[in-house]
């Protein structure tokens, strides 16, 4: 089975990181040094998913054509109630077509969406 590897540019990659670690209990599996001083860290949500935190600032060095690409993700959640009690900003669970859903702001404003696991 493959993985899915997300890249997200973020402001603060320490901030981002902790927030995915607290909340989804993400785990750090690579901490990647890049030119001039920054670096990169990829979290494991499962065994199928894996965010890679790149600075803002070195993609606007080296890759700005893509700085402002923010995904549009969905994640599927078997502890959908529970995550959705943790996350200080999960909006309201609603009902989108026979699925329940709920979004949710990461530190840096980024919206993504949860939905309950079948």
Request: aromatic share 14%.
């Amino acid at each position: 089975m493959q993985k899915t590897r997300v890249m997200l540019y973020v402001e603060d990659v320490d901030q981002s990181v902790k927030f995915w670690q607290d909340n989804f209990a993400a785990k750090v599996t690579e901490v990647n040094k890049l030119p001039d001083d920054f670096k990169n860290l990829v979290l494991t949500l499962s065994s199928q998913v894996e965010l890679a935190f790149f600075p803002r600032a070195f993609i606007a060095t080296y890759s700005p054509e893509v700085l402002n690409n923010t995904p549009s993700l969905m994640f599927f959640s078997d502890d959908f109630k529970g995550l959705h009690a943790r996350l200080k900003t999960a909006g309201e669970i609603v009902d989108n077509n026979g699925t329940l859903t709920f979004n949710f702001a990461d530190p840096e404003g980024n919206y993504f969406v949860v939905a309950q696991a079948d």
